[in-house]
């Protein structure tokens, strides 16, 4: 809406009266029903949930079948690489690529004996349904598919593209010269993951809208349509590949370290950055050499113990620490192997680490 004085800007509609999608449903052309006011440069911007509903990309509980069970089942289909645990929650890296808790699966908004996943192809739905769009309208529309990620180092929510079509995904600023005259170097603005935020304050969470339509925003539409595929991180540009409080190491690979320091240095840099991070759980590190190992030939060692008597909670604690080191070794691109040495309540005490290099 404007008014006098007020400048033109960008607005954010809900599209009301929708009804609850099925496999198989027409999704465009319930869209095109609740909303024939669509217009040239509108972006439609639909929750993946209805795009999952209408593509059938859903799993069955079958009865009998306890849910969250189920949910556990779908979330180990889904997953390519486990980035973070803590008890039942997991935070993984889809065969989207994208990295979400769950695998991305969903629970809510769908009866009980089903389970949503993400679509199969969220770029691919955002083509088809803009294609279709035109085909009932006349409009030349993008889409956004959002899905709802948590983000790392904040509470709460907020809903992100998964799926785009018709703009680009990313605006890039990088080279740009500012009013103070700063050249930007790595400005990239992910404006894909703006419209789909933009979206969920009209459709909500609880109110049964999964359409929104954000109106004023000029765009060009890129060629090629690489969708979001721009927005995912992995790989050399993936600063926390592990998703563990635990590691902040150098990431060097095997062969270096190797040539460079050799394992005592990798397991000392190893345990040195556990310590340092595990400030909580009290242990005693030292490195260095001894006269002579249990097999009386001498040796260099690292030395990680108790500083309290031997109790489960202080076990636990050492327990922590050797695991974080293990973390760090992986990262680092060794292959471990832990061998566990004497035990007091179950918990392992002492023991011997080998490692060699990580051929994956």
């Keep these: 809406m404007t008014g006098p004085g007020l400048p033109p800007g960008i607005s954010v509609h809900p599209v009301p009266g929708l009804p609850e999608f099925a496999p198989g449903d027409d999704l465009a052309a319930a869209i095109a029903r609740a909303a024939p006011w669509l217009a ?3 972006v439609v911007v639909v929750t993946s949930k209805a795009v999952s509903k209408v593509e059938g990309n859903l799993v069955r509980v079958e009865p009998g079948t306890d849910r969250e069970t189920a949910r556990q089942q779908a979330v180990d289909a889904e997953t390519v690489r486990v980035v973070a645990r803590r008890g039942p929650l997991r935070i993984v890296e889809t065969r989207h690529g994208w990295v979400v808790a769950a695998a991305g699966i969903d629970a809510s908004n769908v009866a009980a004996d089903a389970l949503v996943l993400l679509p199969e192809d969220a770029d691919a739905s955002a083509r088809r349904l803009r294609d279709r769009l035109h085909e009932l309208l006349g409009v030349t529309v993008a889409v956004v598919v959002s899905d709802t990620f948590g983000r790392p180092w904040r509470d709460g929510v907020t809903d992100v593209a998964i799926g785009a079509a018709g703009l680009p995904a990313l605006v890039d600023h990088r080279g740009a010269v500012d009013q103070h005259g700063n050249r930007l170097e790595t400005t990239q603005v992910a404006v894909v993951d703006e419209l789909a935020a933009a979206g969920d304050l009209v459709k909500g969470k609880l109110g049964g809208i999964p359409v929104a339509v954000v109106r004023g925003l000029r765009f060009r539409s890129p060629e090629p349509d690489t969708g979001t595929r721009p927005l995912v991180r992995l790989g050399p540009g993936d600063l926390f590949p592990t998703g563990t409080r635990d590691l902040v190491g150098s990431r060097r690979t095997a062969a270096t370290l190797a040539h460079r320091d050799g394992a005592l240095s990798a397991v000392t840099e190893a345990f040195r950055t556990a310590v340092a991070a595990l400030p909580e759980f009290p242990v005693v590190f030292r490195y260095g050499s001894e006269e002579g190992s249990e097999e009386g030939d001498g040796g260099d060692v690292v030395d990680v113990h108790l500083a309290d008597p031997i109790t ?3 076990s636990l604690s050492l ?18 192997r832990w061998e566990p040495a004497g035990t007091f309540g179950g918990a392992s005490l002492a023991g011997r680490l080998w490692l060699g290099a990580d051929a994956g």
């Design 312 to 314: 489960p909670v202080t």
């Design 319 to 336: 327990g922590a620490v050797v695991g974080a080191a293990l973390v760090q070794l992986q990262a680092d691109g060794w292959a471990t």
């Design 40 to 42: 040239d440069d509108d």
